[in-house]
């Protein structure tokens, strides 16, 4: 035993046990932050949601089906809506628009129809996720039905026609004269049955 | 801050300092000069390696056309190269630094948490083992970018998530047991008389990097763990098939990406602030507005995080928001600035390779900064985004920057450590070779990036072909001037002159009253500090 140790012994009965007391102390502090953020991190999920949904940011509608109570039409404005589709890598149907574009007056409804087809020979279901673009438009666009709101399963070789219907909210901001409307169709079979 | 322990400290070296022999010495040490030991020969290995990737993808990008490695192999080469570089070579020199300097440099006898220190250590050389092995599998390593933006690591990853994610989840572990560690150390190990205002500036810098590291690690921890059940247990955290975004990725990894950014900078300020002012033989310049800079930079980190995403359609305002938070960064980084100049103005300066370093850090780190800058002016951030340009920004900060820093403070402490002086001419062979050819490998990367070089890319077109092959030589130059340090290191280990207990002159801090080597146990009674 050396002589700093010993001068260190001396000391380590009592000092030492407060200092150990103290440094457990701001451990448990740090390790609150620790887990704080850990847990902060999953919060960053439901609050970027509802931060999108209050400001509209990423042109998510809403995936509930809206109910139709408008007033009046403005019939003095017409909105070019334009519909896209698109499959996402790995899902073998055609999935297409049967009507590219439509012009509506705000608050005026309107049915639209989606064709798919599942090109394989086995049973696939999709998913359809819908995005609208300009951002700020989506809270403007209006769903009454829609095939988005539900899985579509389609057997081998199956074709579906799918309706959309829709209104364009009359609030929508003057400065915005034309919606797109983009579904991406997902393959979802795996996910379902597991 | 004078103190007259060196007697009674000195006495530790001559009855022995009862340390275990071999191999378990090393895995059973809890004293902080061991662990630092091997956290700085750990980086340097990582560093190494890093390096051989990164000479992989400029032999494969010395000319245009595919030669030497397939695409996807490509892939992983850059992701591994920015993983090793930042969590096995950047953080771990630093924690090393750390824990060899931090306990000396308030006047504690260890780190507060010994026990954990070892641990927090252990692990890291595990976590690599785990990355690196992805290398052998079938599978192969990760492909996604060391940024593992999904759905290109969930959807469409190759199979190496997994591995990656756990080697991740070990590696925050590690650094937020060593950042917690020395939050405990500075708040309740100083010595007495040591307040906050008189701490060296080192040592605040670390402060404010640990506090940051445990507040980010866990948000890294959180993501990859999302990563990993959107990949292998059906959630859909960023799968827009059920429900949820791929933007939000971005969001959360770049909230704790832009403070990590820091994480790797901020004691690089602190070693370079305590090498300048030993070289010019002044005090640091503005000590106090240092700090407040550190921290509010520290500060800032926080609320610029989507300054990484401004092509992913955000709208005007938070364009707007993040590009002047950004810019506001460089207020602080300026004064930081302006405090080393200020500090060598009319200082009686002599260019040892520590202030050489240091010198260098502060032009080539601005450089560094001053492109950052263009990066955050958001209109032409859309011409600049996933280019060269951003593959020069921050290798300026990161290598001439922050590894300068760390070859600077290397040198500055070595004879501290090792007891011995380094070689001088063989130290400045290193400097200056590895001056020269850092600027040849990075400086032309801003011109490719203008002229639109996509990064991440095995191929190019035939008009960058001359600038890249000039950036590759640089690049092989670069990395063997690494070795040059190497043996540097190990003739200062094995012998060469006997280092006084302060070999410079200008130097100040209570590392330098004891003896070099800095005996085994240092500081058993708490030194004092007088006013």
């Known amino acids: 035993m050396n002589k700093g140790d010993e001068l260190q012994n001396s000391t380590n009965t009592d000092s030492a046990k407060a200092k150990a007391k103290q440094n457990s102390k701001v451990v448990k502090k740090l390790m609150l932050i620790v887990f704080g953020m850990f847990g902060f991190g999953f919060a960053l999920v439901p609050l970027y949601d509802v931060f999108c949904d209050i400001t509209g940011l990423n042109g998510k509608t809403s995936t509930n089906a809206a109910v139709y109570n408008v007033e009046q039409i403005d019939t003095k404005r017409i909105v070019?809506?334009?519909?896209?589709?698109?499959?996402?890598?790995?899902?073998?149907?055609?999935?297409?628009?049967?009507?590219?574009?439509?012009?509506?007056?705000?608050?005026?409804?309107?049915?639209?129809?989606f064709y798919a087809k599942n090109e394989s020979t086995r049973d696939i279901i999709g998913q359809a996720v819908p995005s609208v673009s300009p951002g700020l438009a989506a809270a403007y666009f209006q769903k009454i039905e829609c095939f988005c709101f539900t899985q579509q399963p389609l057997k081998a070789n199956e074709e579906v026609e799918m309706a959309l219907q829709f209104y364009v909210d009359p609030e929508l901001p003057e400065n915005i004269s034309t919606l797109t409307l983009s579904y991406t169709l997902y393959d979802v079979t795996g996910k379902v049955k597991s | 801050m004078t103190t007259d322990v060196i007697e009674q400290d000195s006495h530790d070296e001559h009855h022995g300092d009862h340390k275990l022999k071999g191999i378990k010495r090393w895995l059973y040490t809890t004293n902080h000069k061991d662990i630092g030991t091997l956290y700085l020969w750990f980086a340097f290995i990582m560093l190494l390696i890093g390096g051989a990737l990164a000479m992989v993808i400029r032999a494969e990008l010395f000319q245009p056309g595919l030669q030497i490695v397939d695409p996807d192999f490509f892939?992983?080469?850059?992701?591994?190269?920015?993983?090793?570089?930042?969590?096995?070579?950047?953080?771990?020199?630093?924690?090393?630094?750390?824990?060899?300097?931090?306990?000396?440099?308030?006047?504690a006898p260890d780190m507060a948490l010994p026990r954990m220190n070892n641990w927090s250590f252990w692990i890291l050389p595990f976590a690599f083992a785990i990355l690196l092995s992805t290398f052998f599998m079938e599978s192969g390593a990760p492909n996604f970018g060391w940024t593992f933006y999904a759905p290109l690591s969930t959807t469409y990853s190759n199979g190496s998530t997994a591995f990656f994610v756990f080697a991740v989840h070990i590696m925050g572990i590690s650094s937020i047991m060593g950042a917690i560690n020395i939050v405990v150390t500075i708040m309740n190990m100083r010595a007495p008389g040591m307040t906050y205002m008189k701490m060296p500036l080192f040592v605040w810098t670390f402060f404010i990097t640990a506090y940051l590291l445990i507040a980010v690690m866990p948000i890294l921890a959180g993501v990859v763990t999302m990563l990993l059940t959107d990949t292998y247990f059906g959630t859909s955290f960023f799968d827009a098939a059920g429900g949820g975004d791929p933007v939000l990725f971005q969001h959360i990894f770049w909230f704790f990406g832009h403070p990590e950014v820091y994480i790797m900078?901020?004691?690089?300020?602190?070693?370079?602030?305590?090498?300048?002012?030993?070289?010019?033989?002044?005090?640091?310049?503005?000590?106090?507005?240092?700090?407040?800079?550190?921290?509010?930079?520290?500060?800032?980190?926080?609320?610029?995080?989507?300054?990484?995403?401004?092509?992913?359609?955000?709208?005007?305002?938070?364009?707007l928001f993040f590009m002047y938070c950004t810019m506001?960064?460089?207020?602080?980084?300026?004064?930081?600035?302006?405090?080393?100049v200020a500090t060598m103005w009319r200082g009686s300066m002599s260019f040892e390779t520590p202030m050489l370093f240091s010198i260098a850090f502060v032009?080539?780190?601005t450089i560094g900064g001053f492109s950052g800058l263009m990066l955050a002016l958001t209109p032409v951030d859309f011409q600049y985004h996933d280019?060269?340009?951003?593959?020069?920004?921050?290798?300026?900060?990161?290598?001439?920057?922050?590894?300068?820093?760390?070859?600077?403070?290397?040198?500055?402490w070595l004879p501290k450590w090792t007891g011995h002086m380094y070689n001088e001419t063989l130290a400045k062979w290193h400097f200056w070779c590895s001056l020269i050819?850092?600027?040849?490998?990075?400086?032309?990367?801003?011109?490719?990036?203008?002229?639109?070089?996509?990064?991440?890319?095995?191929?190019?077109?035939?008009?960058?072909?001359?600038?890249?092959?000039?950036?590759?030589?640089?690049?092989?130059?670069?990395?063997?001037?690494?070795?040059?340090?190497?043996?540097?290191?190990?003739?200062?280990?094995?012998?060469?002159?006997?280092?006084?207990?302060?070999?410079w002159?200008?130097?100040?801090?209570?590392?330098?009253?004891?003896?070099?080597?800095?005996?085994?146990h240092t500081f058993s009674t708490p030194p004092k500090i007088e006013d």
């Open chain 1, 80 to 113: 070019t809506v334009q519909f896209i589709s698109r499959t996402a890598q790995g899902i073998p149907w055609t999935f297409e628009p049967m009507v590219r574009e439509i012009k509506v007056h705000p608050g005026e409804m309107k049915l639209v129809k």
């Open chain 2, 75 to 107: 892939n992983q080469l850059t992701t591994v190269h920015g993983l090793i570089m930042v969590f096995g070579a950047i953080m771990p020199a630093f924690t090393g630094f750390a824990n060899w300097m931090i306990p000396m440099m308030v006047g």
């Open chain 2, 265 to 319: 900078i901020l004691p690089a300020f602190g070693i370079v602030s305590t090498i300048i002012p030993a070289f010019a033989r002044k005090q640091l310049f503005g000590y106090s507005s240092m700090v407040y800079a550190t921290a509010s930079i520290a500060i800032l980190s926080f609320i610029v995080w989507a300054h990484h995403m401004f092509t992913t359609g955000m709208p005007l305002f938070g364009e």
């Open chain 2, 328 to 340: 506001l960064i460089a207020v602080p980084t300026g004064v930081k600035v302006f405090n080393w």
């Open chain 2, 363 to 365: 032009i080539l780190f």
């Open chain 2, 387 to 412: 280019t060269y340009f951003v593959v020069a920004h921050f290798h300026y900060v990161l290598v001439t920057g922050s590894l300068f820093s760390i070859y600077a403070g290397a040198y500055f």
């Open chain 2, 437 to 503: 050819s850092v600027n040849l490998l990075f400086f032309p990367m801003h011109f490719l990036g203008l002229a639109g070089m996509p990064r991440r890319i095995p191929d190019y077109a035939l008009q960058f072909a001359d600038f890249n092959k000039w950036v590759s030589i640089g690049g092989f130059a670069f990395g063997l001037t690494q070795l040059i340090f190497l043996a540097v290191v190990i003739k200062c280990i094995r012998g060469g002159e006997k280092a006084p207990a302060k070999p």
């Open chain 2, 505 to 520: 002159d200008g130097a100040e801090g209570l590392e330098w009253t004891v003896p070099s080597p800095a005996p085994y």
